[in-house]
């Protein structure tokens, strides 16, 4: 669908390595967000847990929209305030822009962070991050996300 879309996020996701779907060529804006210390999906790729299929690695996953965008290679880094030690987790985000169309490529790296989207509002309880890892609360997902696709 990417004719009928601006922009895409995908949280704790990664490109199947085993897809079947038709590459399309079509310029797209993507972010991603995943983190380093998750068990279910592993940021540097590989099988994923509980035989759920194999994925590439968030750099490869990141390298391929890159590529399919025409975007800069080099990207703009950005460090979030660790405003919460306690989560155990920081953001590192790297905006990759100037694609065809105006694309972007954006990775929010959640060092230390589990299979958990990025919040301050909404914590999951401690026997539910026991299965998934930390879940990082120096960032709001879905206010990320927002400022995203609010321009595309």
């Known amino acids: 669908m990417p004719n009928k879309l601006k922009a895409f996020a995908a949280i704790v996701a990664a490109n199947p390595k085993n897809s079947q779907c038709t590459d399309a060529t079509i310029p797209i804006s993507a972010l991603f967000m995943n983190g380093t210390g998750d068990d279910i999906l592993p940021y540097g790729g590989?099988?994923?847990?509980?035989?759920?299929?194999?994925?590439?690695?968030?750099?490869?996953?990141?390298?391929?929209?890159?590529?399919?965008?025409?975007?800069?290679?080099?990207?703009?880094?950005?460090?979030?305030?660790?405003?919460?030690?306690?989560?155990?987790?920081?953001?590192?985000?790297?905006?990759?822009?100037?694609?065809?169309?105006?694309?972007?490529?954006?990775?929010?790296?959640?060092?230390?962070?589990?299979?958990?989207?990025?919040?301050?509002?909404?914590?999951?309880?401690?026997s539910f991050l026991g299965t998934l890892g930390n879940q990082n609360s120096d960032i709001e997902m879905a206010n990320e996300v927002w400022n995203f696709f609010k321009n595309k």
């Open 46 to 126: 590989g099988p994923m847990d509980g035989g759920r299929g194999v994925v590439f690695s968030a750099q490869e996953t990141i390298d391929y929209w890159i590529n399919r965008n025409g975007t800069d290679t080099t990207p703009i880094e950005t460090d979030f305030a660790d405003t919460n030690t306690s989560d155990n987790c920081t953001v590192k985000k790297y905006l990759y822009k100037n694609g065809t169309n105006n694309t972007e490529v954006a990775l929010y790296e959640i060092i230390n962070g589990g299979h958990a989207e990025p919040s301050i509002a909404q914590r999951y309880s401690d």
